[in-house]
């Protein structure tokens, strides 16, 4: 398995926008999200949602493999000690050759790097198959949480990056929580 991952810059929007719809569109179908019943969700991304993103210091990643970009990821550095791993997205074709946990990897790597001690995702509660994967990448569920505006659950999950404290999950702070809710799922 050979791949590059590069930091992305405004010139990929486009390039970003497809491979988040396409990677996130089979989960959509699986839980009947629509542009109308979940507007916020990656299936839905348009361009300027990933601009703005940009333009407030979120940081996406491209993973190209064989001359194609074929997986992407974001991390939004919210807090001195607090990132968040979004719209991690594998294109269906490229799936099962360990892209998905390259860039989280990646992630964990860059957040590390700037100081940071706990990464947090929030994903699709009955999506189990995605939890158990990210267990299996050293997340562990803190809780789940249920929005107005979402037709799903919310099960965050959190990697504790500082090894001496990594079996001691921390439920993040009501601030934190109001964060990750505005920056992911307005």
């Not at 719809?21 to 300027?48: I, K, Q, V, Y």
């Not at 807090?79 to 979004?86: D, N, Q, S």
């Not at 799903?152 to 500082?162: D, G, K, M, T």
Request: charged share 25%.
């Amino acid at each position: 398995m050979e791949y590059k991952i590069r930091a992305a810059d405004a010139s990929d929007i486009e390039l970003l926008v497809r491979l988040i719809r396409l990677s996130f569109a089979d989960a959509a179908e699986r839980f009947g999200l629509t542009e109308h019943n979940a507007p916020r969700h990656p299936s839905n991304c348009t361009p300027a949602w990933i601009a703005s993103e940009m333009e407030k210091a979120v940081h996406y990643y491209v993973l190209e493999s064989r001359g194609s970009a074929c997986g992407c990821v974001a991390l939004e550095h919210a807090k001195p000690r607090l990132c968040y791993l979004e719209r991690l997205g594998v294109l269906p074709g490229s799936r099962g050759e360990g892209f998905g946990t390259a860039l989280v990897n990646h992630v964990l790597e860059t957040c590390r790097t700037l100081g940071a001690e706990i990464v947090q995702i929030g994903i699709i509660s009955a999506d189990t198959r995605l939890r158990l994967w990210y267990e299996d990448l050293g997340f562990q569920e803190t809780h789940t949480a249920t929005y107005a505006h979402l037709p799903f659950e919310v099960a965050f999950l959190s990697n504790v990056l500082n090894k001496k404290n990594r079996s001691t999950v921390q439920k993040p702070t009501r601030i934190e929580e109001e964060s990750c809710r505005r920056s992911k799922y307005r």
